[in-house]
């Protein structure tokens, strides 16, 4: 099986790639992995006040098309908001890097990555609120 | 454990003989293909539990391989030559699930009903963070060189693979009377297998290979 040249351009340069401070509050992590083939994929977030992504990295151990699905999805979040990142379907990456069926499951995973550096992050901004109410 | 009702040819259609595996017998060397109820241990004619016999299974598969081998039905009838092939491929498959622990048992848990990794994708606890972490260690470690690392890791996590295994031993022949949730945490057992098999593979291999894609 031949990967899209798509595929080789983000494994090859791959955008984003590196970390983020985990106890920050304005940064979510995500760490998902795929079972199946022992892949792991780290995809952090920076939010500003207003939700919007501000900064994205990943660091993906795993096949080329998981290494480009973790590197196209920093792409697109960067500069969305978390709603509009929410909304991302790794549907979209695998039409954008035209990944066969047996690599579905990695566009899956930075779908996964992404909404839980999410999940992440506004727990954090959860636990903040009620904290700071709890001082008032 | 091996209380599933099911019902195998006891008898050779042809010449009456008792068939040892369903499908060929001993005797004429009559091929049956496989019947529908028929599992891994059933093809092999061995017992359905985790802690088999590894030599017993050597053995059976070879005599069965040996009997059922298309070099055997290349003179006879195209169905015979054909159902030989597709038996051949069928027993070989299953040998090389049930003679693998690892395979074995995500095999039995799999005819006790329970959850695939697809369906149930969770692993222990904090795995996942310690796997990127360990990752990242490794990667340090092999561009520095740093080969006292590099076997301290492997030890390591051999170390945690044998023990997650001993406890997949400990519970795969339970499966059978296991409840949803315990097939559940078996499956979770399982799917940290291939993250440690993965780090080790990752370990074995020459640094200087390790970042061509695979």
């Given at each position: 099986m031949?990967?899209?040249?798509?595929?080789?351009?983000?494994?090859?340069?791959p955008?984003?790639?590196?970390?983020?401070?985990?106890?920050?509050?304005?940064?979510?992590?995500?760490?998902?992995?795929?079972?199946?083939?022992?892949?792991?994929?780290?995809l952090?977030?920076e939010?500003?006040?207003?939700?919007?992504?501000?900064?994205?990295?990943?660091?993906t151990?795993?096949?080329?098309?998981?290494?480009?699905?973790?590197?196209?999805?920093?792409?697109?979040?960067?500069?969305?908001?978390?709603?509009?990142?929410?909304?991302l379907?790794n549907?979209?990456i695998?039409?954008?890097?035209?990944?066969?069926?047996?690599?579905?499951?990695?566009?899956?995973l930075?779908?996964?990555?992404?909404?839980?550096?999410i999940?992440d992050v506004?727990q954090?901004?959860?636990?903040?609120?009620?904290?700071?109410s709890?001082?008032? | 454990?091996?209380?599933?009702?099911?019902?195998?040819?006891?008898?050779?259609?042809?010449?009456?003989?008792?068939?040892?595996?369903?499908?060929?017998?001993?005797?004429?060397h009559?091929?049956?293909?496989?019947p529908?109820?028929?599992?891994?241990?059933?093809?092999?004619s061995?017992?359905?539990?985790?802690?088999?016999?590894?030599?017993?299974?050597?053995r059976?598969?070879?005599?069965?391989?040996?009997?059922?081998?298309?070099?055997r039905?290349?003179?006879?009838?195209?169905?015979?030559?054909?159902?030989?092939?597709?038996?051949?491929?069928?027993?070989?498959?299953a040998?090389?699930?049930?003679?693998?622990?690892?395979?074995?048992?995500?095999?039995?848990?799999?005819?006790?009903?329970?959850?695939?990794?697809a369906?149930?994708?969770?692993?222990?606890?904090?795995?996942?963070?310690?796997?990127?972490?360990?990752?990242?260690?490794?990667?340090?470690?092999?561009?520095?060189?740093?080969?006292?690392?590099?076997?301290?890791?492997?030890g390591?996590?051999?170390?945690?693979?044998?023990e997650?295994l001993?406890?997949?031993?400990?519970?795969?022949?339970?499966?059978?009377?296991?409840?949803?949730?315990?097939?559940?945490?078996?499956?979770?057992?399982?799917?940290?297998?291939?993250?440690?098999d993965?780090?080790?593979?990752?370990?074995?291999?020459?640094?200087?290979?390790?970042?061509?894609?695979?």
């Amino acid at each position: 099986m031949a990967y899209s040249s798509k595929v080789v351009d983000h494994y090859e340069n791959p955008r984003n790639v590196g970390s983020m401070d985990a106890d920050a509050k304005n940064v979510g992590t995500g760490i998902v992995g795929a079972p199946e083939c022992g892949d792991v994929m780290r995809l952090q977030i920076e939010v500003d006040e207003s939700d919007r992504i501000v900064d994205a990295k990943f660091k993906t151990f795993g096949c080329g098309s998981a290494i480009a699905s973790s590197s196209l999805a920093t792409e697109w979040i960067k500069g969305r908001t978390i709603d509009e990142a929410l909304a991302l379907k790794n549907t979209e990456i695998v039409t954008e890097l035209a990944l066969p069926p047996v690599k579905i499951h990695c566009s899956v995973l930075a779908e996964d990555a992404v909404r839980a550096a999410i999940a992440d992050v506004q727990q954090k901004k959860e636990a903040a609120k009620t904290t700071a109410s709890a001082a008032s | 454990m091996s209380e599933r009702a099911i019902s195998l040819p006891v008898k050779c259609l042809s010449c009456h003989e008792e068939l040892s595996t369903p499908i060929v017998c001993d005797g004429c060397h009559t091929l049956y293909p496989v019947p529908q109820s028929a599992d891994f241990f059933d093809l092999l004619s061995i017992g359905r539990t985790f802690h088999l016999d590894e030599g017993l299974l050597a053995r059976a598969y070879r005599s069965i391989a040996r009997q059922i081998h298309p070099d055997r039905f290349g003179g006879d009838s195209i169905e015979a030559g054909n159902l030989s092939t597709r038996l051949s491929a069928q027993v070989n498959q299953a040998f090389a699930t049930l003679r693998d622990p690892v395979k074995r048992a995500a095999y039995i848990l799999e005819i006790a009903g329970g959850p695939s990794a697809a369906e149930v994708r969770e692993v222990p606890g904090a795995l996942l963070g310690e796997v990127m972490m360990l990752r990242e260690e490794i990667e340090q470690a092999q561009a520095k060189g740093d080969d006292a690392a590099i076997a301290r890791h492997r030890g390591a996590i051999a170390k945690r693979r044998d023990e997650t295994l001993e406890e997949i031993a400990g519970r795969a022949d339970g499966l059978w009377e296991a409840s949803d949730e315990d097939k559940k945490g078996f499956r979770v057992l399982l799917n940290s297998i291939k993250y440690f098999d993965n780090l080790l593979t990752e370990l074995a291999v020459n640094p200087l290979a390790a970042n061509q894609d695979h």
